[in-house]
């Protein structure tokens, strides 16, 4: 059957992630249905990385298999106009049959968001997560060198996936962390991520940057492999899927 590759923004606000639920609307969900109302037949879309609950997603890839032949660019015309408001289909193309979203994947950028400010921005509130406290950016950039190359991130795993996945050692490519006027940016590349392992990686940076954790902490709790010696989870709106390469 042939293959055929979506890339998907959304604002993942109201949604409970990407992957199908009981009870909860989630991305998934939704362009599964719209596809089978257009194919009239029931796929199933592989995307590239399951975001999680309010998480948001410049470029998600999804890649699905489907009986009826058609152009990609008309079927990108007709789920735009099927989704929901907070999401789009920005490209739709063919792919060899062996193509598989996730798989195929060599590294996804993330990008998570904070305002250091004790005031909110209303036209970008839900994309941020705002601290009132004061960051120091030098503190946190030398931090997060550390966890450049391959390492163990069992400390900045999930609990609740402790004993889904086999391996915990990954490649983070690329981390920089940048200021524009009160927003914070921290950008993460990697060969693959862990559940919640930014917005883990991000609440320990906060902690370092507030003095929380002093100067060493990063390949400490690296060391220890241990998920209480980390941060906080960070909030979930303040993350975006950004890139996947291939």
Not at 165 to 193: L, P
Request: hydrophobic share 35%; charged share 30%.
């Amino acid at each position: 059957m042939p293959n055929t590759c979506l890339t998907i923004a959304y604002d993942g606000t109201r949604y409970a992630g990407w992957q199908i639920q009981k009870n909860a609307i989630t991305i998934q969900e939704e362009i599964e249905k719209a596809l089978k109302a257009i194919l009239k037949e029931k796929v199933r879309l592989v995307a590239a990385g399951r975001t999680d609950s309010g998480v948001h997603a410049k470029a998600q890839v999804a890649n699905f298999k489907a009986k009826k032949n058609f152009r990609p660019e008309k079927l990108q015309a007709a789920l735009n106009s099927k989704l929901p408001k907070d999401m789009s289909i920005i490209k739709a193309k063919k792919v060899p049959v062996k193509f598989h979203s996730q798989f195929d994947a060599k590294s996804k950028l993330y990008r998570y968001t904070i305002l250091s400010s004790r005031i909110d921005d209303p036209f970008l509130k839900p994309y941020y997560y705002k601290t009132p406290y004061k960051l120091n950016i030098q503190a946190m950039k030398k931090e997060a060198k550390v966890l450049l190359g391959k390492h163990d991130f069992k400390s900045f795993q999930a609990k609740s996936s402790f004993s889904r996945i086999k391996s915990t050692v990954r490649t983070i490519k690329r981390i920089a962390i940048k200021k524009e006027k009160e927003f914070i940016h921290i950008d993460v590349e990697a060969n693959g991520f862990l559940h919640n392992m930014v917005r883990n990686i991000v609440g320990t940076l906060i902690e370092i940057g507030r003095g929380y954790l002093p100067e060493g902490s990063m390949e400490k709790i690296l060391y220890f492999r241990d998920r209480r010696k980390a941060g906080p989870t960070a909030h979930s709106k303040g993350l975006t899927l950004v890139r996947v390469r291939y």
